[in-house]
């Protein structure tokens, strides 16, 4: 064979072989991965009913041991959580034996210790479930059901970074007076025949309380994090100004994004993955409000998002604050994985299996009908957005792959 021959049959080899790669291998790694997030998502809905029982099987450790062995850089709890129910059944039952104000904040809430030594944030309720909240779309008083909704979405879109929340009814009178602090007790007040409290925040006022029906009150319980996972705050890139005629940069600018990829921790890492997932979640819960958020400390960008603190959200259903998703819109890149998960929530899938999640919970129903139809209807706005995208920048540009093996050992 000529020596010419013999370049071209290489050079012919060598474009079979890139093909092959590129459009053979390359697609079954596609599949296969996709093949696991469609595991992953029936795995999910096989364990999405949680049952609060009593008792945990199997084991010796209590169960505040468990979910602080849960907690790794990158998720607050594990895929499969066979504890979980028994947690939660702690989370709204164990007795209080310490209550004091909440940490610092702008809204009303109280820092309780359960037996055991186990912290939670108690949030009161503000609002009757069919009660909608006007005006801008972070208005308004914490919604306690709120980060009920939010815990068990976090739990439905596979993202497993919102601390433990369950409902509880406490009496007012009997579990929290007689083991408050000072500094709480002396926000405490009857209006008419309901026992009331005010507590310390900085948008809490005496006029303003929030009252028990007689002396039992609903709310919620967030399960706190383990001191041995200090938290580091951030401010948001996308934060709004909160000033009426002060748009923030990214209002404006449509490059912005570009921008941000260039600061750290935005310009590697998994952070800015992360704040696409939380544009999609908040958009979801209609939640305006994370002007900050929380990662753990030193982790040089490396951590999770924590999606702490979503109590401004379910206020109105009809309200579809397209604003939320513009980390999405204006850097128009989204997790594969999450992309996949929101693909097989549509057509009624994630109201029903929203409905189901929180069936079991102490204060159910959680949500109003209403509510559970938004997030559906908004499922589809954000479907539409990354379409949006992929028409313009096609589909490998939009979707990245983004997996970290992760360990709970």
């Given amino acids: 064979m000529k020596l010419k021959q013999r370049v071209v049959l290489l050079a012919i080899l060598l474009v079979i072989f890139i093909f092959t790669k590129v459009f053979l291998i390359d697609n079954l790694d596609t599949s296969a991965a996709n093949r696991e997030d469609q595991r992953a998502f029936h795995r999910m809905m096989a364990g999405l009913r949680v049952e609060l029982v009593s008792k945990l099987d199997h084991t010796l450790q209590s169960p505040w041991e468990i979910a602080a062995q849960w907690v790794v850089p990158r998720e607050v709890y594990p895929e499969e959580t066979p504890e979980l129910g028994a947690i939660m059944h702690a989370m709204a039952t164990k007795k209080i034996i310490k209550a004091d104000v909440g940490y610092k904040g702008t809204q009303l809430k109280a ?185 753990f400390q030193d982790d040089e960008g490396a951590s999770m998002l924590i999606l702490l603190d979503n109590a401004k959200s379910f206020g109105n259903p009809s309200l579809d604050e397209r604003s939320i998703l513009a980390p999405l819109y204006q850097c128009c890149i989204i997790r594969v994985s999450t992309w996949n998960r929101l693909n097989s929530l ?42 949006q995208c992929t028409d313009q920048f096609g589909m490998d540009a939009v979707l990245v792959e983004d997996r970290m093996p992760l360990s709970h050992l």
């Fill in 346 to 387: 549509k057509n009624g899938v994630l109201k029903s299996a929203l409905r189901s999640a929180m069936a079991h919970d102490p204060i159910s129903p959680v949500l109003s009908d209403p509510h559970l139809d938004a997030v559906d209807q908004r499922l589809l706005s954000v479907l539409a957005t990354v379409k």
């Fill in 111 to 295: 820092l309780l210790i359960l037996e055991g030594g186990q912290k939670v944030v108690f949030k009161p309720k503000r609002y009757n479930r069919d009660y909608v909240v006007e005006g801008e779309p972070y208005a308004g008083y914490d919604r306690h059901n709120a980060e009920v909704a939010a815990f068990h979405l976090d739990r439905i879109l596979g993202f497993r970074r919102a601390p433990l929340v369950v409902g509880r009814f406490v009496n007012l009178r009997t579990e929290i007076k007689p083991v408050a602090t000072e500094q709480l007790l002396s926000t405490f007040l009857t209006v008419g025949n309901n026992t009331c409290f005010y507590g310390k925040c900085y948008y809490c006022r005496e006029t303003e309380p929030a009252c028990a029906d007689g002396d039992t009150m609903e709310g919620s319980v967030t399960l706190w994090l383990p001191d041995v996972w200090p938290l580091q705050k951030h401010r948001h890139p996308w934060g709004r100004t909160y000033r009426e005629g002060k748009l923030a940069r990214w209002e404006y600018d449509e490059s912005y994004c570009d921008a941000v990829k260039k600061t750290s921790p935005y310009d590697s890492g998994p952070r800015l993955l992360d704040i696409i997932d939380t544009a999609v979640f908040d958009y979801l819960i209609g939640n305006a409000d994370r002007h900050h958020y929380e990662s």
